[in-house]
């Protein structure tokens, strides 16, 4: 059983689809950090964790690498399914990945991270280390600051740097990268190896 808060954000975001985010910021963020991510992999296959729509799987193939996206709202993947072909896309929980252990080379979580309890960003983040091959490469980039909020019935959760750094450790992470991101939000994107 979801818990009440995975439950409404699904609900939500099924209801709202692509409109449910503003994704300027999270493009900006995405040209910004693909290539150094890019460029740490040792392989192709990445997953695009918390996928929504499609607009970062569809460059992340642009980039070449073999992707595929997960998303727990069904309304999002299809529309992600209808604008970006050749990726697989699935549906899912990001505290329970429905993938073998040591399956991809990269995960890519741009704007996803936020909408998860700090209990279960530390689930996800130990889901994320399991699915990961050794020296596998993980980008996130989370709302910066402090306390959790519900807007447009969604929930959110700002993290601070010092937060994430011990969750992180705690998840068996090698932070490599952090760098904080100013726009419409203030953004703080880690990138870190397994």
């Known amino acids: 059983m979801m818990d009440d808060y995975v439950a409404k954000n699904k609900e939500t975001f099924d209801r709202l689809g692509s409109a449910a985010t503003d994704v300027d910021d999270l493009i900006k963020i995405t040209l910004q950090e693909l290539p150094a991510f890019q460029m740490l992999l040792a392989g192709g296959k990445v997953l695009d964790l918390g996928c929504g729509v499609g607009h970062d799987s569809l460059r992340l193939k642009r980039h070449r690498l073999d992707v595929?996206?997960?998303?727990?709202?069904?309304?999002?993947?299809?529309?992600?399914?209808?604008?970006?072909?050749?990726?697989?896309?699935?549906?899912?929980?990001?505290?329970?990945?429905?993938?073998?252990?040591?399956?991809?080379?990269?995960?890519?979580?741009?704007?996803?991270?936020?909408?998860?309890?700090?209990?279960?960003?530390?689930?996800?983040?130990?889901?994320?280390?399991?699915?990961?091959?050794?020296s596998g490469v993980f980008f996130a980039s989370f709302l910066q600051g402090e306390g959790d909020y519900t807007l447009d019935s969604l929930y959110f959760r700002r993290y601070s740097v010092e937060e994430l750094d011990s969750m992180y450790r705690q998840a068996g992470f090698r932070t490599i990268d952090r760098a904080q991101t100013a726009g419409g939000e203030k953004y703080i994107s880690l990138t870190a190896v397994k």
């Open 68 to 134: 595929q996206g997960l998303d727990i709202s069904e309304a999002m993947l299809a529309e992600a399914k209808r604008s970006v072909e050749g990726v697989p896309f699935w549906q899912g929980d990001f505290r329970e990945l429905p993938f073998e252990d040591n399956s991809f080379d990269g995960v890519w979580a741009n704007g996803t991270l936020f909408y998860v309890t700090p209990e279960d960003l530390g689930k996800t983040l130990s889901e994320v280390v399991r699915i990961l091959k050794p």
